[in-house]
């Protein structure tokens, strides 16, 4: 039984397809069925149920399988060790962001982060919350940007920012007419939301006090730009993060849409840089986490709430 095997073995559980896998490994499709079945031999159990369309683990291999991306995990981090006594800023980053983060955050932090660490590559995926901490949990995201609260002990919340919520409406809505808002003041069946899976979802409720069960809204977005292409077309209104609204808050209209920020007590969520305890890529991940902070505090939508 070799690493290379136990690389093959994860590769195949995750993608649930031969070809998939081979294609990840960068090897043929008969060489990964060939070391498949050789370790499925060496261990005297079937691992892959074949005869689906998505080839599924077996019965007894599950542990197998968990067992196994831990070896690889841990083989990696003896990897990222030797780099980081190096230097640990000289190498690259699997970044998850959430998206109603990552298109109103990134331009305001990566020219910075660049100039800090000009050698530093970050790869990026914009993923949901639950994709990005199954990622984290896989070994296949090195950290992730999200929302708090995050309740897997496993993981290190860095918190970064709180951002404010503000309500967008459509300009000739009666609430448009007041510089601020109350939150007792939102009607929540003309409340606009994302879909299911999105956390900003979960706090728009959270913030007007609903249940998910509670609130039967027929059209569900699913992204912060159709949800301001809605309210601008007089469908309703809805929560959008401060970074998100940029210039147009406290204008009469802003492309179509009117903005108002609440009276205290401001809604907002907490951003957090997160990744796992377990990480060999403490020294790179504190001092992207740092270089994060020092380029936030530049940001002035952020410093107006």
């Known amino acids: 039984m070799t690493l290379q095997e136990l690389r093959y073995l994860v590769a195949l559980a995750d993608t649930g397809h031969f070809a998939k896998a081979a294609e990840a490994c960068h090897i043929s ?4 069925s060939t070391q498949i079945k050789k370790l499925e031999d060496y261990l005297g159990v079937t691992l892959f149920d074949r005869s689906l369309r998505r080839v599924a683990t077996g019965p007894m291999a599950h542990e197998i399988v968990r067992r196994a991306r831990l070896v690889v ?3 990696d981090h003896i990897k990222q060790l030797g780099k980081q006594s190096q230097n640990p800023m000289e190498t690259s980053l699997q970044l998850g962001i959430i998206p ?3 298109a109103y955050l990134l331009p305001h932090i990566l ?3 660049h100039r800090a660490f000009p050698k530093l590559r970050l790869l990026l995926r914009e993923e949901t919350t639950a994709q990005i901490l199954e990622h984290l949990a896989q070994g296949s995201l090195d950290v992730g940007l999200l929302a708090l609260p995050i309740t897997d002990n496993g993981l290190h919340s860095e918190l970064l920012f709180h951002e404010a919520f503000v309500a967008a409406l459509p300009p000739q809505h009666p609430l448009a007419r007041q510089k601020k808002l109350n939150v007792s003041e939102i009607e929540t069946e003309q409340l606009l939301l994302l879909e299911e899976g999105h956390c900003l979802r979960d706090q ?3 913030v007007c006090g609903l249940s998910n069960n509670a609130h039967s809204d027929e059209v569900k977005a699913t992204s912060l730009e159709t949800l ?3 309210v601008a077309m007089g469908q309703g209104y809805t929560l959008m ?3 998100a609204v940029g210039d147009g808050l406290g204008k009469k209209e802003f492309h179509g849409i009117s903005y108002r920020a609440f009276n205290p007590p401001v809604p907002q969520r907490s951003i957090a840089l997160v990744w796992r305890k377990r990480s060999p890529r403490q020294l790179t991940l504190n001092q992207f986490a740092d270089s994060l902070k020092v380029a936030i505090t530049q940001i002035k939508i952020l410093e107006k709430h």
């Open 29 to 32: 499709q008969s060489t990964l």
């Open 73 to 75: 995990q841990e083989a």
């Open 100 to 102: 109603t983060l990552g």
């Open 111 to 113: 020219p910075a982060v």
């Open 204 to 206: 728009a409720l959270q």
């Open 228 to 230: 301001r292409h809605m």
């Open 241 to 243: 993060p401060a970074l």
